[in-house]
Structure formats: structure tokens, C-alpha cells
């Protein structure tokens, strides 16, 4: 694993870096009171990179991206950071109509909801010459030329007939597929994909898995997955972020992280996970309790409240994001081997 | 494992719900043909799963199990009764023993009831106990499935996804019933969570001798919490075996690929493990394939397959498989 690790860090040392994100926080004013969404998240991304995003529902992951993306409506969100920056712009600096450009053009999304994310009164073909147009000044004809070359990229048959039609005579992975063909329709240099296979069915996930993965490959974008499934992620990603309750936990090489998780909710979480290959048969290992409510300013490590090493200072300060080793980063005062603090 | 007694025997059940024309003279044009002509029992104590992708007919299998659902034809035992003959007043006593927990834990606790009510509603219905030995009743339930009997007068909205699962199962334990329905009781909870209710499930299931029939689309999930795993395609039954047969001698070619396209937690397993990816999607119930119903979709379909239905059959000592080829 040494070896495979630091053929890694070169790798990632000879990438330019295209996106930065140094400590972003997100907040929203609700009638309840300040949710307290993304509390500090820094991170980095290379070109062509593959980076997965894991956390629970809540836990900011979302949030984190669209924040970057400004696709949030503010107030009531509070975009909080002290630089992101894509290539070599600072995005927190740029208008609205200069984001306009930028987003969609170079950093393109797709969503979770292959249902909700196409308007349901425009044609698919419509809705992927919209960047088309709009990015690329394309003419209509030009556009509907590259729609239908798009749609069979993502392996839609009979591409220019389907141009024609609606979002509701698609199924669900064909929108998940029109969506992608949306995205990659300006050639972007990254593309943040938001849970898009959480609502599909295994046997469509692992072909959007697949065919994202190609595209990857043959385009040279990077991409951004964010997930909750752990398993997902190990087959697609090269480097993962954990993120629990708005916070990075952890950050590391996919293998270092599956083969030595350092946090106790990575690694309790991996030991939760019924396995396809493994012994069954025993009880699962639970995480008791809940994720904490964001409701509250979080004072402390956030998973103090369930974690089995809690120490007092765990429920006083939060430990900062430091190294581990080169590239895994662990936010946790206690060394979980040992269980006393490093 | 053979003389292990069945609990319910379910025999060539069908389920169709008619696709109609027309507002006042409602015409039938077709049907859905969500269950077709499946047959399986279900045996005392066991925990059978039921897997498939949405749409494949397994929740509508499990709720015309449980007469939640008439069915359309076919029979399903419960004893020495058939449930499908059975008059309402049948029916409704055995709902004592045949209870259900439902996929989504927001949609199925009524919002204006208080989880005391909500949990003693079956005690009401079916007049056991006078309003203190129910309040009594409720509090033990809510301690057996691991919350605190204070939350009695609290409202399904003060509670997380996790909790609300767990007031959706004691209400289903609420009659003492025999047999549970699952039906993807963990599908809508957070990762972290929803080892909490398989763990109390699995614990439920040893202390009061319950029978699950647990559906869901996780095949590790399944793999895990099942004694013996059913999977559907598209109204059928495609196999129907133990746990580790199913997983060390796959037979079924769709089997193969579902087992397949479920990612392991695992980047080094990921990387060296071939995927059987299947092509185009699952083709509409209401217009299913000829033959075998998977052959539009399967890779080793020969000809054979799409003019005839494989019978089902058991090929070896409680392996039950519908394929040509195997």
C-alpha cells in the first residue's frame, strides 16, 4: 500500500489544482433559528481528479457543492468563505452574470432527481441546447446537431427521434442519461454529479456508473460524486472527503481510506455496512444515536455524542483537519488504535 | 430443513390491475400484470427475502399476501385457512397474526395522531384491553423497540426517520402477531441508522419467534437479515433459494447481474471484480416480453427464450430456478 500511495501523491503533486476550497461555511436564517449547514470545509481538487463525497443526509454534502456552485437562494443561505477558487478565479469575487458563465459552461452539475431536475413542458432536445446556445452561441441547427451527437454519447438510441420527446416518456435512467448529456454539453472542466444514482435501480446505477466513468475517461473532466453509499464510491473514486455534520472528518486515498480508516464514524460506519462478500450472519455494528441537529452551533467534535473513544476535550473543542500521513487527512484528537489521544 | 413446517404457502398467485378507458363508461384496455403466477411458502420462523428493482411487483406480492390487495386468482394458505377465500370476519381476526411495517416512516404514521394512539389503534380495533391496559401495553412496546415510553404523547413529527421506523414496528408487534411484512422497512433511512433497526428486527425476531417476509431492493441488506432470498423480475420468480446458495451458486442469469451491479464497500475488490452490466431497462408490465421475461435484457438468451416461459423448477434440494438454460 506504501508503494501504490506515493505513486498517488505524485500523480496528484503533477495536477494542476482547478478547484480550492478553503474553509466554507454555509448558513441559513430559518424561522427555528441559524442551520448551521457547512461549518468550514477545505479541500482540494486536481485536474481530471476523481473525488468522492460521503456523508448521511444532512451532513452539508449538498450544500458544500451547491454553495460553490452559488446555486443557492440568498438570504436565506450566508455563503461564508475565505477563497474558492476554480482555475484561477475566485469565484466569491465574481458578479452574478460572470458566475452565469461559469456555471454550466465549465462546471456543470447533474441531481439528484432525474424526475424534478428536467422541466417537464420542454423537450429533452430543447434542454440540451440551451447551454448549446447559450455558452456557445451555437445556431438552432448546429445545436440540434450536437444534441443528438451528445444524446448518443450517453447511449440514448435513436437519438435524433428522441430529441423530440418529453422528459415523462423517458424513463428514469434515460433522464439520468439526458441530464449527463445536459452537463457535458459545454465540454466542462469539472462535473459535480449529486447523488445521481440514488434514485435508480442497481442494475441502472451500475450502467450510469459505467458510462460516467468512460465519459470521464474520454473527456478528461474531473468529477466530483457525492454519495452516501460506500460502495458507490469505492469503485469510482481516487481520493474521498467524509463529511458529517458539516464537517470534513476525513480525507484520504480511496484504498487508505477503506483499508485504514483513521475517524471513528468512518470507520464505525464501515463496520455497519452488511457485505456482499463477507460473513453474514452476526449483528451488524450500529452507530447509536443520531447525527446532531444543526440547529445548534456545534461546539465540540461533532460525532462526540456517539463516538466510542469520547474523551472530555472531544465535547470542548473540535479537532482541526490535520495529516496523517501524506494525503489523508483525519479531523480527531484520539488515535482509534490505542483509543488515548496522539 | 425439508419437514420445517410452512407458515403461509402461497400458490400461483396473480395480481392485475386493470388499465381502464374512459370516465363514466369505464372500459378495461389492458392490465398491469404486477404479480403473475407465482408460487413460494414462507416457513415458520424463517426470514425469507423478496428482491427485485422497483416496478418488478414485490411490494404488491407482499400486499396481496397480507389481503391488502385482492388477488386476482390463486391461493395463499395461512394455517388451514385460504386467506383468498376467507370471509372479511376471517380475515379480519387473522390480521392479528399477519401484520405489516411499511417502506416510508413520514407517509405511513398519521401526522394528527400521538404515537400512544397510533400505537394502540390495533388494540382498538380489535377490542383487547380497557383504555389503561392499552396505555400500559404501548409503554411496554415502546421499550421493546428501544425508545422511551415517555414519548407516549409526542407527535410522529417530533421524531427522526430511525425513531418513526421503530413506532411503524411496534405497532406492527402491537397484536402479537406471527407473521410480519417488511416492506423496505430501511429503504428511506440514513446509512448510519438503519443497522439500528435491522439490529431490532433480527433481536424482535429471536425473542418473540416472529416470520419476516422482508422486501427490499439492497441485495446486501438482504443477504444479510434473510434465511432463504426470492428474486422477482417483472411479476415473476426468477429463483428462490437459501442465502448462500443463492450467493455461491447463482444460477439464474439476472441474478447474476443484480448480484453483480451492487457495489462492495471495497476500492481493491472494486477494481478487480467483473461486472456484468445489463443492457436497456425493465420493459413495462403491462406489455411484458414473450417467452422468458428477461430475455430482452439478458446475455446469454438463445432463441428458445423468447417463445417459451421456462417452467419453474427445483434443481437441485431447494433450489428453485425459471431458465431454459440452466
Not at chain 1, 22 to 49: H, M, P, S
Request: include cysteine; charge should be negative; aromatic fraction near 6%.
Amino acid at each position: 500500500m506504501a508503494l501504490s500511495c506515493l505513486e498517488e501523491v505524485i500523480t496528484l503533486e503533477d495536477r494542476e489544482v482547478i478547484l480550492d476550497i478553503q474553509n466554507l461555511r454555509t448558513r441559513f436564517d430559518t424561522r427555528e433559528g441559524v442551520v448551521y449547514a457547512v461549518n468550514g470545509i477545505t479541500y482540494k481538487l486536481g485536474a481530471g481528479e476523481t473525488l468522492g463525497i460521503v456523508g448521511e443526509s444532512g451532513c452539508g454534502k449538498s450544500v458544500s457543492m451547491l454553495s460553490v456552485m452559488r446555486l443557492l437562494q440568498v438570504p436565506p443561505a450566508k455563503i461564508l468563505a475565505d477563497s474558492i477558487k476554480f482555475k484561477d478565479e475566485e469565484l466569491m469575487s465574481l458578479s452574478r452574470t460572470d458566475m452565469r458563465r461559469v456555471r454550466g459552461n465549465e462546471i456543470a452539475m447533474i441531481f439528484q432527481d432525474p424526475m424534478t431536475s428536467l422541466n417537464p413542458v420542454l423537450t429533452v432536445g430543447f434542454q440540451i441546447k440551451e447551454p448549446l446556445k447559450l455558452h456557445m452561441g451555437l445556431s438552432d441547427e448546429d445545436a440540434t446537431k450536437r444534441a443528438a451527437e451528445l444524446l448518443t454519447l450517453v447511449e440514448i438510441p435513436d437519438a435524433e427521434l428522441r430529441l423530440d420527446d418529453y422528459p415523462h416518456q423517458f424513463s428514469g435512467g434515460m433522464r439520468q442519461r439526458a441530464m449527463v448529456a445536459i452537463a457535458l454539453a459545454c465540454n466542462p472542466t469539472l462535473l459535480i454529479a449529486d447523488e445521481p444514482t440514488t434514485a435508480l435501480d442497481v442494475t441502472i446505477q451500475a450502467q450510469l456508473v459505467d458510462l460516467v466513468k468512460g465519459l470521464q475517461k474520454e473527456l478528461g473532466m474531473a468529477l466530483i460524486w457525492i454519495t452516501h453509499d460506500l460502495g458507490v464510491v469505492a469503485g469510482l473514486a481516487e481520493r474521498v472527503v467524509v463529511m458529517y455534520a458539516g464537517f470534513v472528518v476525513e480525507d484520504a486515498l480511496v484504498d487508505d481510506l477503506y483499508g485504514n480508516p483513521r475517524h471513528p464514524y468512518t470507520s464505525a460506519l464501515l463496520r455497519s455496512l452488511p457485505r456482499m462478500d463477507g460473513g453474514s450472519g452476526e449483528a451488524l455494528e450500529v452507530i447509536e444515536g443520531l447525527p446532531p441537529d444543526l440547529l445548534d452551533e456545534p461546539v465540540g467534535c461533532p460525532f462526540a455524542p456517539r463516538c466510542s473513544f469520547v474523551k472530555d476535550k472531544c465535547l470542548e473543542q473540535n479537532p482541526a483537519l490535520e495529516e496523517f500521513s501524506p494525503q489523508h487527512n483525519v479531523a480527531c484528537w484520539i488515535d482509534i488504535n490505542t483509543g488515548e489521544f496522539k | 430443513m425439508r419437514e420445517e413446517k410452512a407458515l403461509i404457502r402461497v400458490e400461483n398467485l396473480v395480481k392485475y390491475f386493470p388499465i381502464t378507458r374512459g370516465i363514466i363508461f369505464q372500459k378495461q384496455i389492458g392490465a398491469v400484470r404486477a404479480v403473475d403466477n407465482i408460487s413460494f411458502e414462507i416457513r415458520n420462523g424463517e426470514t425469507l427475502g423478496l428482491v427485485g428493482e422497483s416496478g418488478c411487483g414485490k411490494s404488491t406480492t407482499g400486499r396481496t399476501v397480507l389481503q391488502l390487495h385482492k388477488p386476482t386468482s390463486g391461493c395463499v394458505h395461512y394455517g388451514n385457512v385460504d386467506l383468498v377465500s376467507a370471509d372479511n370476519n376471517t380475515i379480519r381476526d387473522l390480521r392479528r397474526d399477519i401484520q405489516i411495517i411499511f417502506q416510508d416512516p413520514y407517509a405511513s404514521l398519521n401526522p394528527r395522531m400521538t404515537v400512544g394512539r397510533i400505537i394502540a389503534e390495533p388494540l382498538e380495533v380489535h377490542r383487547i384491553g380497557d383504555e389503561k391496559e392499552r396505555r400500559e401495553r404501548v409503554k411496554d412496546l415502546l421499550a421493546l423497540v428501544n425508545l422511551n415510553p415517555f414519548f407516549i404523547n409526542r407527535y410522529p413529527h417530533e421524531f427522526s426517520g430511525g425513531q418513526r421506523q421503530r413506532i411503524g414496528v411496534a405497532r406492527a408487534l402491537a397484536l402479537n402477531p406471527k407473521f410480519i411484512v417488511c416492506d423496505e422497512p430501511i429503504s428511506a433511512l440514513d446509512v448510519s441508522v438503519q443497522a439500528q433497526v435491522v439490529n431490532l428486527l433480527e433481536k424482535l425476531q429471536d425473542e418473540l419467534g416472529l416470520t419476516y417476509l422482508f422486501i427490499a431492493h439492497d441485495l446486501s441488506m438482504v443477504r444479510h437479515i434473510s434465511d432463504r432470498i426470492a428474486v422477482m423480475y417483472l411479476g415473476k420468480l426468477v429463483e428462490l433459494t437459501s442465502r448462500d446458495e443463492l450467493y455461491s451458486n447463482t444460477q439464474h442469469p439476472y441474478t447474476k447481474a443484480l448480484i453483480s451491479a451492487v457495489p462492495v464497500p471495497d476500492p481493491v475488490l472494486e477494481r478487480e471484480r467483473e461486472r456484468i452490466i445489463l443492457r436497456g431497462h425493465v420493459p413495462s408490465p403491462a406489455n411484458p416480453p414473450s417467452g422468458c421475461r428477461f430475455h430482452t435484457r439478458c446475455p446469454i438468451a438463445e432463441s428458445v427464450c423468447e417463445k417459451e416461459e421456462p417452467e419453474w423448477r427445483e434443481i437441485c434440494d431447494d433450489h428453485w430456478v425459471a431458465c431454459h438454460l440452466v
